[in-house]
Nanobody, 126 residues
């Protein structure tokens, strides 16, 4: 079982930056891969980025590659998503997520798997 608490969402102009944080706790938090999945209004959930339990491997959606960076502090089980050069199409609710392994993020983000945070709203104005 993993509990996830996100913070850091908000409103930003296009081209700006935001940093999301996610604090993980629970028996398997330190051994879980973690990621960010987003959902825009009227759209399906979309994978954004993921990181292995050690922080040594990362995986990004093509739509955010080069603009977003996922990182992990293994000492306190906190995962970060640094979002730069934000675009209006990045507007969504961003969910922190924990899974058994990094490969779990290769499947559809719409399926019910792993553990989810409550989500934090990111709004990018044009």
């Amino acid at each position: 079982q993993v509990q996830l608490v996100e913070s850091g969402g908000g409103l930003v102009q296009a081209g700006g930056s935001l940093k999301l944080s996610c604090a993980a706790s629970g028996r398997t938090a330190s051994s879980s891969a973690m990621g960010w999945i987003r959902q825009a209004p009227g759209k399906e959930r979309e994978f954004v980025a993921a990181i292995s339990f050690s922080g040594g491997s990362t995986y990004y959606a093509d739509s955010v590659k080069g603009r977003f960076t996922i990182s992990r502090n293994t000492a306190n089980n906190t995962v970060y998503l640094q979002m730069n050069s934000l675009k209006p199409e990045d507007t969504a609710v961003y969910f922190c997520h924990a899974a058994g392994r990094l490969g779990d993020y290769l499947g559809s983000a719409s399926r019910d798997f792993g553990f989810w945070g409550q989500g934090t709203q990111v709004t990018v104005s044009s």
